[in-house]
Structures are given as structure tokens and as C-alpha cells.
């Protein structure tokens, strides 16, 4: 190659870049669009846009890892992930929260136990079990949920509330007017032994039963409802 094409291909690549270097100022001379996708239930767009504004230094200036993390950070947020779109564009795509059970007077529990408080009333979830306890015991009250309700279901009850007090004293109680009392020492095994006991009664029986006490080192106490007294009524005929 002659040295007069090597001197015109060289400025045209200095060319070429030039308008690329200003092909770029222009994408971060003005606000880029964003993108938002996934379905969005409890998230409002104000709430977005209030976490998302204050990232944004044009097209490639913007630290997108910052964005994501901003967004997460709202609390009907599960998941969010921030990525460019060519040639203007943000896009954001989240996943937001799916609570399985409440937490307390007004969080919730998604699927791993993870608390999350929303800016909005939870009675809209007043139908989901009730869990409370001290700070730390969300994942592992909601595994003995788990475990505890699987194993009430087949013997007629459903556990409606789960609490560990300030005692640490563990206490469930059902749909069906049940409650039991598991203490502090122990309390998961201590519902092994009660369950087994349990499952060897009658269907009849078990419907019967009120209240059950495994506070004990060899055994436990239950407490039977007064069976219903069935009234029936005839009409008096006159001949």
C-alpha cells in the first residue's frame, strides 16, 4: 500500500471515530428513555421513578448495578435486573414480591422466608396464615409451618397461626378452634411426639379437642370441647 492510500485510510479511521466519540456525547447529552417490564401489581411507577431518577448520567455513564439495587430496595420488590438497550434506552425488568404468609402486625413472608414491610395495608392478606416471633425467626417459623401444617392436614386440622413469644414459648393454633402449646424447650420435637400421639385417636375424638399442653417432659394434656348438643324440634299434630 502506497503511503498517500496509508495516510487517507488513517484519517478516515480518525474520521470514523471522531463521529463515534460524537455519536456518543450525544446519547449522554440528553435523559435516556427507560424500559419497564414485567407485571406490576403493587409497585407504583412514582416509587420507580423516585428510585430510579437520581442513577441516570446519560447512556453510558449510568451505573446500572446501582439502578437494579435502588430498585430492589423497594419493598414489593423480589428480584430487578437493569441492562442497555441501543441506542437510547434503559430497560428494567422486576419481579415483585408473592407473600405466602404474614409476618407480625404488618410485614409478610415470601416463599424463603424473606420479611418485607409494604408502604401499604396488609389486610388484603388478613386470609394468609398469621406467623410472629422475634427478629431472625422468620425462615425457620416458616419451615415448621410447613412441616407442622403437612403433617395436621391428613388428621383434620389447619394451622391458621403460629407464634413464639418473648419466652421463646412456641404456640399454633387451627381453623378448627385447636390450640397447642409447644413450649420452649424443644418445641419442633416436641410436635413429633404430640402428632404421632394424635394420629392414634379417632377422627372423633380429635374433632372434640380444644386445647393440648406439651409442656411436659413424658407426655402432654388436652382439654376436650363440650360435644354439641343436637336439638330437634317436631311440630305437635292435633287430630
Known sequence: MSRAKTVLWGLA???MMGAMVERMREMDSGPPQVRIVGPL?????????????????????????????????????AAARAERIWPRTFQIELREQ?????????SLLNA????????????????????????????????????????????????VRLQVDSRRSW????REGMTLVLGRVRP???????????GQLTADVRRRIGYVDARYNHG????????????????????
Open 13 to 15: 479511521l480518525i474520521g
Open 41 to 77: 401489581r403493587h409497585v407504583r411507577m412514582a416509587a420507580l421513578k423516585e428510585a430510579v431518577v437520581p442513577h441516570l448520567r446519560g447512556y453510558w455513564g449510568t451505573d446500572l448495578t446501582a439502578v437494579a439495587a435502588a430498585v430492589r430496595r423497594l419493598p414489593w420488590v
Open 98 to 106: 408473592r407473600p405466602v404468609v404474614r409476618w407480625g402486625n404488618a
Open 112 to 159: 424463603r422466608g424473606e420479611k418485607f414491610t409494604p408502604a401499604d395495608d396488609v389486610r388484603e392478606y388478613a386470609g394468609l396464615p398469621l406467623l410472629s416471633g422475634p427478629e431472625g425467626y422468620e425462615s425457620r417459623l416458616l419451615t415448621a409451618y410447613r412441616c407442622m401444617g403437612a403433617a395436621l392436614a391428613p388428621l383434620g386440622w389447619h394451622i
Open 171 to 174: 404456640r399454633l393454633e387451627t
Open 188 to 198: 419442633e420435637a416436641a410436635f413429633e411426639g404430640v402428632a404421632r400421639a394424635l
Open 220 to 239: 402432654f394434656a388436652l382439654r376436650l370441647r363440650e360435644p354439641a348438643t343436637e336439638v330437634k324440634h317436631t311440630q305437635a299434630q292435633h287430630g
